[in-house]
């Protein structure tokens, strides 16, 4: 069933890039629409209002090196405070963190300020591709570029700069077996920790034109069992569920990109299809 869903996602995002007719995706979507109906989570309707926020737009070089010391980062706007979610739903949280969204031509870049007031006490044990984060300290990210409220793709790390990331699909199934071409660098200071991303807009497949992505992010501190997020802190509600997300605007003049897995075993299968 996952694989069904899995394949539906990509054939989906391909079909921007690659020109698949309209008729042929509405047919596959005629026939698959009773397994995905069946397939899908249940979802939960937010009553709060949607959170959005305007991405900066930059011309001058960011370098990816887990220090948010270049004036962009310094000068752009934050996103806002985040909200706990455990293990008190709805309060603030007990340490801040600062979180700036930027791009250019080529990249989206995130930039993560993770302050922490036993800064000595922070968990970073992983280190491996895709590793289970579970035990560290964390960030994680998912970004619904098609806004669709229920696809994603979705990147974590740790303090010790862990790349991790896969697909989301039907708003709460995940895929794992996605690896992308993207780049995280962190930082350990007396403050805290820091994390830098660039994703590359060629990584990602999007709608052509479109300016607002579905956006969300969570940070975790392990030692306290305590996680926030930008938007859907509810106790009740998965991190997962796209339906939740906020959304990011002022996207405009990207290029598109192809959204694949770059393991050519995965990607080969899509690639020479007539």
């Known amino acids: 069933m996952k694989k069904f869903l899995y394949s539906f996602l990509i054939l989906r995002h391909l079909s921007v890039r690659n020109g698949f007719s309209v008729a ?14 069946v397939a899908a989570p249940q979802q939960t309707s937010s009553p709060d209002p949607v959170r959005s926020v305007v991405v900066t737009a930059v011309t001058s070089e960011i370098v990816i090196d887990g220090s948010l010391d270049e004036a962009p980062w310094r000068q752009a706007p934050k996103i806002g ?35 922490d007031s036993e800064p000595h006490r922070v968990l970073a044990s992983q280190m491996v591709r895709d590793a289970d984060l579970n035990a560290d300290d964390r960030l ?19 303090p010790a700069g862990a790349l991790v990331d896969g697909l989301v699909f039907a708003n709460g199934e995940t895929n ?29 497949s999007f709608p052509a034109g479109e300016t607002v992505w579905g956006f969300n992010i969570s940070r975790t501190i392990q030692r306290k069992l305590e996680e926030n997020r930008w938007t859907g802190a509810r106790f009740q509600t998965q991190f997962f569920q796209i339906s939740e997300a906020g959304e990011i605007t002022n996207l405009e003049g990207l290029t598109q990109g192809v959204g694949l897995d770059i393991r050519p075993f995965v990607a080969g299968r899509w690639l020479h299809r007539t």
């Open 81 to 115: 405070d985040l909200i706990q979610r455990e293990p008190e739903a709805g309060a603030q949280p007990t340490e801040k963190t600062e979180v700036t969204l930027l791009y250019d031509k080529e990249n989206l870049y995130i930039g993560v300020m993770c302050y």
């Open 176 to 204: 794992d077996d996605w690896d992308a071409i993207w780049i995280v660098r962190t930082e350990q200071t007396d403050e805290g920790w820091s994390a830098e991303f660039a994703i590359p807009f060629k990584t990602l």
């Open 24 to 37: 042929a995706i509405c047919a596959w979507q005629w026939i698959a629409a009773p397994v995905l109906c």
């Open 140 to 158: 994680s990210i998912v970004l619904d570029t098609f806004r669709d409220q229920s696809n994603a793709f979705h990147f974590a790390t740790n």
